[in-house]
């Protein structure tokens, strides 16, 4: 079981197949905001939802190299964490079904173990995922070697993946966002989960800015994370980066009238309705800058969008 490079844009499929039908580098479309514009400020969107159905954006970027790592030490199985709305653990799971894993997914909360799956975990299971809920004591031990002994003693051997797929070969492979936008922004903005897709955003951006939004509660703490895997991945700080913590909206997977208005209407003057627990906050964080005069006049703003609401346009 290998992981052979992405395929290019124009792969008409000759050649080794890319089991995974990635398609790189994502598009940078440039769209028209009057009031971005009435700022000085130019917006274009990468559209790193377009690089697989299964497993978009920075989930295929964070994935892709775990995997082949995970191929390479001969396992089967890969284990790994996340919330109830966890894009990671639908995206794992889609890893899994398309390449041959086993996939065990620990799910925070075991309160919902008796209710039915949201459509992001029944999405999981439906591709195979065994999903073992716990209570949330344990799942703030997950990183511990005890609580990882009693997973892989339950499941079997396994390949580890951290909560958000978020480690040093995922930042490496994030790295490459970075290098995909080198030169084409002054401003590259992201949403922060786990600090993984920033941490390497920021590596491969040269002299560009990332400002990374995260969207939980208190996020200011994801700095430390960031810098974390930026040491592990890349020996040190790489790039300008900083976060902004103040649009989270209540926390993960919550939201807010006014965050609700402000993704109705990107989708009404933009065909593209952002997905919620991410995307619509980034952008509303970059149009929140614009306004308060944060972007100097001629700033080229590229927002890296990680996916769509199903439920809206685009």
């Known amino acids: 079981m290998t ?58 970027r964070k994935l892709r190299l775990n995997l082949a790592a995970a191929a390479e030490a001969g396992h089967t199985t890969l284990l790994t964490f996340g919330g109830a709305y966890s894009n990671h653990l639908r995206a794992t799971a889609a890893a899994g079904r398309l390449l041959g894993f086993r996939t065990v997914g620990v799910v925070r909360g075991d309160e919902l173990a008796d209710r039915p799956l949201n459509p992001s975990l029944a999405r999981a299971a439906a591709d195979g995922m065994r999903l073992e809920f716990v209570d949330r004591a344990t799942y703030r031990r997950k990183a511990e ?23 040093a070969l995922a930042a490496v492979g ?12 002054d401003v590259v903005a992201v949403a ?12 491969g951006l040269g002299r560009a800015e990332a400002i990374g939004f995260p969207v939980l509660r208190g996020g200011g703490f994801l700095a430390a994370e960031v810098l974390r895997l930026q040491e592990e991945a890349f020996g040190g700080r790489r790039g300008r980066w ?3 913590d103040r649009f989270h909206h209540g926390g993960y997977a919550r939201t807010t009238p006014e965050l609700d208005a402000f993704a109705a209407d990107f989708a009404a003057r933009h065909g ?35 996916g769509t609401d199903p439920g809206g346009t685009g």
């Open 145 to 167: 070697p005890e609580t990882l002994a009693a997973l892989t003693d339950r499941f079997g051997p396994a390949y580890v993946l951290p909560e958000g797929g978020s480690n």
């Open 192 to 203: 922060v989960g786990t600090g993984g897709t920033l941490a390497g955003l920021a590596a």
């Open 3 to 60: 992981l052979p490079p992405p395929a290019a844009p124009e792969s008409t499929g000759s050649g080794a197949a890319d089991p995974l039908d990635a398609r790189l580098p994502s598009p940078l479309v440039e769209v028209a905001d009057e009031r971005l514009a009435a700022r000085g400020v130019r917006l274009a969107l990468k559209r790193d939802d377009l690089i697989h159905p299964d497993l978009p954006g920075n989930k295929y």
């Open 174 to 185: 994030a790295a490459e966002l970075g290098r995909e936008l080198d030169g084409e922004a």
């Open 272 to 306: 593209l309705r952002p997905e919620p627990v991410y995307v619509a906050k980034m952008l509303h964080g970059v149009h929140s800058l614009a306004e308060e005069g944060v972007f100097p006049p001629g700033t080229r703003v590229a927002a890296v969008i990680t």
């Open 242 to 244: 900083r976060l902004d």
